[in-house]
C-alpha cells in the first residue's frame, strides 16, 4: 500500500510544473507551487542564484492561464538566448542569468509556440 502511495506522489511530481536551476554544481529542481516566485541573486529572493555573474539581476515566474509567464525586474534576462522582458513560457524553454541556466518543466505547457521573439513580445 505504502509503494503504491509513493509511485503516485512521484507520477504527480512528474507533472508538476517546475524550474530546474543549472549553475555548474548539479540541477536544483523547483516545483512552482505558489503563484509568484521571484528569481535571482539577492538574499531576498525566493530562489536565490549563486553564480556571481546574477547579483543584481531578478525576474518572477508567475501563474498565467494555462502555464507560467516571466517577467524581468532588473539585469539581464534570457529567454532561449534572446532578450527578454515579459514572455508565456513553453514546456522546455530556458532562461539565462549570467552562467545561469534555468529550463522550464510543464507538460502542459507543450501547445504549439510561437516563436521565442514573438512570446519575448508578450504576444
Keep these: 500500500m505504502l509503494e503504491c502511495g509513493a509511485a503516485a506522489w512521484q507520477a504527480a511530481r512528474e ?3 517546475r524550474i530546474i ?3 555548474g554544481e548539479g540541477a536544483r529542481p523547483v516545483d512552482l507551487v505558489v503563484s509568484r ?3 535571482g541573486g539577492s538574499s ?3 530562489v536565490r542564484l549563486r553564480h556571481p555573474a546574477t547579483a543584481g539581476a531578478e525576474f518572477v515566474v508567475e501563474d498565467v492561464p494555462g502555464g507560467h509567464r516571466v517577467v524581468r525586474l532588473r539585469g ?4 532561449n538566448e534572446e532578450p527578454c522582458e515579459v514572455a508565456t513560457l513553453q514546456h522546455g ?3 539565462r542569468v549570467g552562467e545561469s541556466m534555468i529550463l522550464y518543466k510543464n507538460p502542459a505547457a507543450r501547445r504549439a509556440a510561437p516563436p521565442p521573439a514573438a512570446r ?4
Excluded at 519575448?120 to 504576444?123: L, N
Design 44 to 46: 531576498d529572493c525566493d
Design 21 to 23: 536551476v543549472n549553475e
Design 37 to 39: 516566485l521571484v528569481v
Design 120 to 123: 519575448a513580445m508578450g504576444e
Design 76 to 79: 539581464e534576462l534570457l529567454l
Design 15 to 17: 507533472t508538476m510544473p
Design 93 to 95: 524553454d530556458t532562461l
